[in-house]
């Protein structure tokens, strides 16, 4: 069980060896084995070859003892042929005619190997002879002691014997002997007959027999005396034997005994030997084989030097053919080894390649576990050094992704993980590969943290405002542009509100820039509390904020968004530990009605904030066809008012104020009046408030004072008394000019002393710049000119004013005089004023006098000074010097 359990492991294991074994090292191995193949194969072919040999000795040494048998046992057959003739016929007395010398010859001729025939008798005389050659001497007269007739003449039952070899004198042969014993009738020994066989015909055959074969024959006796040998030699044949170990080794040997089929049945087949020849003392190996049951011995040899240089033969083959398998292995291995190197070369310069990507990428196997990773993917995700130590990019707890992004899709975004934990925003692909020979995921990862850090600051830049975080002009212009869009499609409406601040120059003024920003900021956060999330609250410019609300109902739910807006501002600011009374103007404007793209809508809203402004701030103005009017025509007279008092359209009208009892022109109010070529005579609060806006109204204050000033001057040189004049003067001039410098000038300039004159202001002008006025308000009346509260009744009232500021007049608003003597409240009120100015030691001048009654009532009140058109209209100088002096005079 467990064997089965580890058997995929071991799979694996060898799967891992078979890439660990280079071609290199198999192509080692192979030339070892090769190398042990050649070895195995030269050992073996030399057994194989010796095997050979002997085998091929054995059949020859036996084929050739078979065929000198076969010469002696054909000789034999003559010899005992001519043996049974001899003892049959009593040779030498026979009279009939017996064996003839051409028998003997026809006798030998049958056996090839033989020389001759011959026939000794007892006294070793040659009786017959048959010899192949012709007239030569006959082998018995030189033989008598031969052993071949000695053996035969001292025993009896000799039977078959051969002889040693001799030379032969007759014929120069070398040769031996095969005999038989011819015994008279009564057994006396009668002579031999014998067979010559010479050693050159002996080899003949034995060479024929061996044909070719590199071997080398001997014929020997038993008692060492060789018979023949193939190659002949003439010293070889003189060799005794008798003591050679090797015919020792032979002759020790059981004679073998060979059955009538010639088949083995006793004994020992001849044995391959080495031994060392004693004919050219060579190491051979020899074959010893008996010739039949004679005691003669054939050995076929072949030189040790021979079979070695065979073997050699044999072994330069297996060499040349090991040696070319090596080279072709060798050459085979090169071409690898540089194919692996260029594969190297190129795996590195890959590895180059995808290492210097930087981007990190990852190759995970199907399961997710990490195989590789590039040096930026090991900095990126903080992996540790040792692979081992990565683990699956998927589904562990130190997973890279939560999922693995489509296969070969488009990047999708993920946030990634890092091994310390932290994370990072990245664009995901992922794609298949082969890597290695096996299925494989390359995961690349683009880090876009820095790139969303960027866009996201880019897109703060574009659409943010700096000092609120609201959208800015931009982002409000594109979602209106979309809102409007939509609301053209579908058919909803949708609003507008243009909020502006009521004088935050004030603020500006007195927490500087830094402070101003601040409060900015809180009013930023309150109007984006009001917008829903649909909406967009922007920030415009300056200290003007807009809402687009999308998709409303209709002009009702702007007006309560746009009241939800002032009512914001109920509660006081709190900037740098001081709490702020703020109030703003909020235009409104509405899709489709009054506009239908975002400039028109922006335009008309930003239209009735500014008629909304003008009517007194802190509320809702809506865009209508009356206030664009006047807003062109405001823009109209903006443009035409610069250089009117250079081109003299601006004139001085003089008003009296006469004293209630005696009705004599005491003092007279300096008025501003604009004539325009085209545009006609404009309404004073119209120009003057447009001359504050743009400035103008400084140079404009300082002329009207002069010119009153003058007009003071005329009157006393015409009439011969003083008149004072009454000049208005601007908060502008309050808060820019230096204004007591400037009265102390005109005064001097017209001659006239400072009790000839009264400066005007309306109490606008001490709620703003109430520090820069107080100032102001104190160098003038340091010069000694007195000062009058216009329009009191209306506005503010506050009567802190009359007891913070030296006021020496106070004059009642027109309203209140107009009403006068009908409307009670009016009545009271005038009373109560007037009574109140009294007891400040105050002068009471009432406004808009226009018939007897009314003057009637102030006088009873005791008002001091009357002014109106019961006493006389605005007028220029010239009339009015004209009328006054001529009244007075
Ligand atoms: N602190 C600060 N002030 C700004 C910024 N942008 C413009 N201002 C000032 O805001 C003031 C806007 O003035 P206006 O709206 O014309 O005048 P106002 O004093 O609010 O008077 P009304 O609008 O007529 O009630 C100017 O004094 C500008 O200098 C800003 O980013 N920060």
Known sequence: MERILHFPEYCVRLAKLRYRISPLLS?????????????????VSYGVLKAETDRE???????????????????????RHVTVAFEDEQWLGYSGRGLQSDDFKALSESSPEVAEIFLLGADSKLIRQADKRDGRKPIGEASAESDFFRVHRDAQDVGLFVSDSFLDWASGEVSFVVSRRLNHADGRFAGIVGARFTASKIEGLVASLLSGKPFAALVCKTNGRLLARHPFSEQAMSLDLSADPGLARALAKPRPVLGEDGQLIG???????????PVDHAVRLVSFSWIGSLPVLVGVSTRQEDFTERWIGRLQWIGITSLLAIVVVLVLLRTIHLQLNKIQREKRRLETITDAVRDPWLILDEDGTIIRANPAARR????????????NALNSEKSVLDRLP?????????QCRRYDGSVFPAEASAAR?????????????HNVEERERYQASLMRQAYCDEVTGLPNRALLAERMARGLAAAKRYGYFCGLLFIDLDHFKRVNDSLGHAGGDALLRKVGERIKEIARHSDTAARFGGDEFVIFLDRISGRSEAVKCAQRVLDAFEQPVLVDDRHLVVSATVGVALF??????????LKNADAAMYEAKARGRKRIGFYGRETGLRIERHLELDMALRGALERREIWVAYQPIVDAHSGEVVKAEALLRWTHPSLGAVRPDEFIAIAEENGSILDLGIWVLQEACNLSREFKARSGRSLKVSVNVSAAQFKDSDLPRIVDRALRRAGITPEELELEMTESVLVSHAEAVNERIDGVKQLGISLALDDFGTGYSSLSYLTRFPFDTLKIDRAFVSRLPDHLPSLELTKAIVAMAKSLNLKVVAEGVEDELQADTLRSMGCEHLQGYLFGRPVDRDTFLDSCCATTG
Request: charged share 20%; proline share 4%; with cysteine.
């Open 406 to 414: 489509a296969l070969d899709g488009a990047p999708e975004k993920q």
């Open 592 to 601: 489709p009605a009054d506009g239908d793209t975002p400039e028109q809508l």
């Open 27 to 43: 192509g080692y191995i192979l030339i070892t084995l090769i190398v042990l193949a050649a070895l195995i194969e030269a050992y």
């Open 57 to 79: 000795l054995t059949t020859f040494s036996d084929m050739v003892a078979r065929n000198l048998q076969r010469s002696v046992q054909e000789a034999d057959v003559i010899l």
């Open 267 to 277: 004994g020992m087949q001849g044995e391959v030997v080495e031994l060392v020849s």
């Open 433 to 445: 590969l082969q890597w290695q020979g096996r299925a494989m995921i390359m995961l690349q990862l």
């Open 380 to 391: 990126e995700l903080c992996l540790p050094e040792a692979s081992a130590h990565w683990s």
